[in-house]
């Protein structure tokens, strides 16, 4: 049977009295890249930030990794945060240290591995991305994606079991976009990792996507797999698809 990795009930939140998500309703299955879309301001990262524990609805549940977000003791929330990674948009590295130095953070800020041990699995992160050369550089010295890049080893460094990623491919290139998405397909395909992206680039969506969760207007207008969001009748999804 599919183990689901995130299930969210009913939920409901907004911004002080304003209802930005109304009775949202999925699961996501072990394994699988959920993709949310929706038109600017449907509230997407509104969304990826409750399933990071970041902020309390008005009501409804989160479950994430067989425990209730919304319920957790401070060791249930330090458990599951350990075993997320988060791919942010801008990348958020530290530049004034090397592309190794920011992979190794984590690792050192939550295990107590020798740094030795540190240094080899920094290396075996930065090969998954393709930037073992590029381990001394200072993320400056780095293109767009190679910043990406070294961002998501640097959210894979603890091994999580899900990945969340807003707008990965925001201000690539199609080509780099794509290599990007290559690498996403390998944390699934590979490691058997559970990816939400926030995305609205239809090139990605069409190339990474398992499962669609479309929001409009706060509503959840679409749940279901790509090959039916591709077919599927409903106004703003047709819409998006064809645009
Ligand atoms: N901190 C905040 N305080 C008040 N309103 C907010 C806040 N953050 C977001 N909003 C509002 O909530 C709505 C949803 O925002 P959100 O950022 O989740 O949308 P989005 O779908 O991710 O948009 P985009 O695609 O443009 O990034 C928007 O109308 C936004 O203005």
Same mark, same amino acid.
């Given at each position: 049977?599919?183990?689901?990795?995130?299930?969210?009930?009913?939920?409901?939140?907004?911004?002080?009295?304003?209802?930005?998500?109304?009775?949202?309703?999925?699961?996501?299955?072990?394994?699988?890249?959920?993709?949310?879309?929706?038109?600017?301001?449907?509230?997407?990262?509104?969304?990826?930030?409750?399933?990071?524990?970041?902020?309390?609805?008005?009501?409804?549940?989160?479950?994430?990794?067989?425990?209730?977000?919304?319920?957790?003791?401070?060791?249930?929330?330090?458990?599951?945060?350990?075993?997320?990674?988060?791919l942010?948009?801008?990348?958020?590295?530290?530049?004034?240290?090397?592309?190794?130095?920011?992979?190794?953070?984590?690792?050192?800020?939550?295990?107590? =591995?020798?740094?030795? #041990?540190?240094?080899? &699995? +920094?290396?075996?992160?930065?090969?998954?991305v393709?930037?073992? $050369?590029? *381990?001394?550089?200072?993320?400056?010295?780095?293109?767009?994606g190679?910043?990406k890049r070294?961002?998501l080893?640097?959210?894979?460094?603890?091994?999580?079991?899900?990945?969340?990623a807003?707008?990965p491919a925001?201000?690539l290139?199609?080509?780099t976009a794509a290599a990007l998405d290559r690498l996403l397909?390998? =944390?699934?395909?590979? #490691?058997?990792?559970? &990816? +939400?992206?926030?995305?609205?680039?239809?090139?990605s969506?069409? $190339?990474? *996507?398992?499962?669609?969760?479309?929001?409009?207007?706060?509503?959840?207008?679409?749940?279901?797999?790509?090959?039916?969001?591709?077919?599927?009748?409903?106004?703003?999804?047709?819409?998006?698809?064809?645009?």
């Amino acid at each position: 049977m599919d183990k689901k990795v995130i299930r969210v009930q009913n939920l409901v939140s907004g911004y002080d009295e304003r209802i930005v998500l109304d009775d949202i309703l999925f699961e996501v299955v072990e394994g699988e890249i959920l993709v949310i879309l929706g038109t600017s301001g449907c509230g997407k990262t509104t969304l990826l930030k409750h399933l990071m524990g970041l902020m309390q609805p008005y009501s409804g549940e989160i479950q994430l990794l067989g425990h209730d977000l919304l319920k957790a003791d401070e060791k249930e929330m330090l458990k599951m945060m350990r075993q997320i990674g988060v791919l942010f948009q801008n990348g958020a590295l530290l530049n004034s240290i090397t592309v190794a130095e920011n992979v190794a953070i984590p690792l050192e800020q939550h295990t107590d =591995l020798s740094k030795e #041990l540190i240094e080899d &699995l +920094v290396r075996l992160k930065l090969s998954l991305v393709g930037l073992e $050369r590029a *381990a001394h550089a200072l993320p400056s010295e780095l293109s767009g994606g190679m910043r990406k890049r070294a961002a998501l080893a640097r959210a894979i460094a603890l091994d999580p079991k899900v990945l969340f990623a807003d707008e990965p491919a925001a201000g690539l290139d199609p080509v780099t976009a794509a290599a990007l998405d290559r690498l996403l397909l390998n =944390l699934r395909d590979l #490691l058997g990792m559970t &990816l +939400v992206v926030v995305t609205h680039e239809v090139g990605s969506i069409r $190339r990474i *996507a398992d499962r669609i969760l479309f929001l409009h207007e706060g509503k959840a207008v679409f749940y279901g797999k790509l090959s039916d969001a591709l077919k599927s009748d409903i106004e703003p999804v047709q819409k998006f698809f064809n645009a």
